[in-house]
């Protein structure tokens, strides 16, 4: 992938690849692409050169609404939930483009997440930054995605929190058969739990190998895992 | 004290008629993000297709009234079409100069098509109902009970509407946030259409109940404008339940002030809690959460 915002190409050529069932990572220093990557695959960088495709079919510089048509998930960083909607209603809203009965998905993020049954009447913009980081995850699951993009799930979080947060993008993963392609701060806990991970710099590949022995490697433990 | 309660029910007109232009001016400031100051100018607009229904071809007024203003949302997708929608992703100033132009547009077309003159829909005086209170009474004309019925109606259709249908959710969610509301799926452009739809049908009934009211002009709505905007910004604007406070706030602070003031200055009042409330409450009184 090529491209970036108003003719500066922040990605030169990054190279990602997530088998079903995988959870990848990819991790780096600030500015190196990282969230730009993730969002020129959901359509909201324009690509200059190269390919996006999804089970078998191009969906380069396609619109959103029509990428989480065909099965993508994706949470943002930040500003990732309708304050004033309820908790509910945040979840209605992810199956917007739905015209089937999605109760049962709405039952499987409860599952989930239990406090968020508890809380399906409260306004999202009330909820604490761990309830409202899991109210997204909720939001995007409620089209069932075969791959789920999630940018930094972990940021600005409690630590407590954060190993909540790691636990339950496990499970979504082994439990409802998501792949998944973060891009995580927290590298080296993200990196123990993912198969495979990517070391991007300066909109590049720089490594990629498994989780394990990007944690074992040792120059990227000195350079991006912080020795 | 029957002095005072009838300048309530001249206020409680007023707001009706304020409430049905604010909801649609907060709606488009929260979905598209501009300020829409051709607003009045379609108030203006559905108040003579009504003339034409009712004069012409002889229908009856409340039958007029949703004909009128669905007519009038026509127009309104098609300026969206031809101007608004090219200019979606500039600034929201350039779409505030556009509506500008787009009310210097409707303005003149009223104009040409109907003549600068004062019309009415029905000729003559209507009686009012007399109600005997104290030492005085209070007189409502029937029209003003239309008037206050017609916006409780309509108000209360938007909040079931904006509630519990799906795209009444999905507009609620663009207004807090339209790039999460791409990302999510909704489909983004489907909900302005909706927008222009509602805030265009309820202003143009809005501008009909102005003409009932009192008589039409073509700058009926243009004169509108200014309370009407008074009273969004004083509902926190872009946001459609401050809207109704703030439109019936305004037409009774309007119509009560003339106990105190010189009638004439009327206008005034909305002008004064405009600038009263961007200077000290910026976001509206009503926006009481702040995210």
Redesign the interface.
Known sequence: MTGGYGGVDILQGVDLVVEPGEIVVIIGPNGAGKSTAMKAI?G?VHLREGHVTFDGAEITNLQ??KI??RGVG?V?QS???????TVA??L???A??RRDDFEPARQKVYELFPILRERSRQLA?QLSGGQRQMVAMG?ALM?EPKLLLLDEPTAGLAPAVIDDMFASIREVNRELGVSILMVEQNAKQALRMAHRGYVLAAGRNRYDDTGENLLANREVAEMFLGG | MAELLQLVVFGLVLGSILTLGAIGLSLTYGILKFAHFAHGDFMTLGAYFALSLVAMAHLPILLSIPIAALATILVALVADRLIYRRLRRTRPVILLIASVGVALILRSAVQIIWGPNVQVYSPGIQLPYVIPFGDGAIRIKPDHLIIMGGALILVSALHVFLQYT?VG??M??M???P??????????EKIVLWTWGIGIFLAAVGGIFAGMDAQLHPVVGWRLLLPVFAAAILGGIGRPYGAIAGGMTIGLAQELSTLVIDPSYKPAVSFAIMVLVLIFRPRGIFAG?S?
């Open positions: 959901f909201l959103p609404n989480v048509e994706f943002p500003d990732n939930v309708f304050p004033s909607l209603e945040n209605d809203m992810g917007f483009t913009g939001r089209l | 799906r959710k999905a609620r969610a207004s807090d946030n790039d999460l509301a791409r990302v999510t799926g909704i489909d983004t959460r995210t």
